[in-house]
């Protein structure tokens, strides 16, 4: 089981989370298809953190990019493949014909009540509370040292 935890709001994040998630699995691959989990937190998170609004709205538009590209490599399948270049040992771009994640988590700044959560800390804890509890839980039946984990923090 590989996870992978990004922000889109620009940035790393954002720029690394297909080509790593489709990295880690090539790697893998001797040893099994994993499933790939991705948790993203989305532009809307870091609405009430102060940003000028020149700022804001770049990365409202990373975020928008980010989620376009996520679905088109979504849709990647043997009948319908997708170039994507995401191998920077490779001189060409790949054909992929495999969905980047088998499951996609995307955090917003409305929680489950539909409250607003204005405390970016409190998002970040929630994720960090959740992957504990994807990562070491028994009902998934993966032993901690058949994990991948790779994490980028953004702004």
Not at 12 to 17: D, E, H, I, K
Not at 29 to 37: E, G, K, N
Not at 63 to 86: K, T
Request: aromatic content about 10%; glycine content about 6%.
């Amino acid at each position: 089981m590989i996870h992978v935890y990004a922000s889109l709001a620009g940035g790393t994040g954002s720029g690394a989370f297909l080509p790593i998630a489709l990295l880690l699995s090539d790697l893998m691959r001797d040893h099994s298809r994993p499933l790939v989990v991705g948790t993203f937190v989305l532009p809307a998170v870091f609405r009430r953190a102060g940003l000028p609004n020149q700022q804001l709205d770049k990365i409202m538009a990373n975020g928008y990019a980010a989620l376009m590209e996520l679905e088109h490599m979504q849709a990647a399948s043997d009948s319908e493949p997708v170039e994507f270049q995401y191998d920077p040992r490779a001189k060409e771009k790949q054909i992929v014909k495999r969905r980047a994640f088998d499951q996609v988590y995307l955090i917003d700044d409305i929680g489950a009540g539909r409250e607003v959560i204005t405390d970016t800390r409190r998002v970040y804890q929630a994720i960090a509370d959740s992957a504990y509890s994807q990562i070491f839980s028994l009902h998934f039946g993966q032993s901690p040292d058949r994990l991948i984990l790779w994490a980028c923090t953004d702004p």
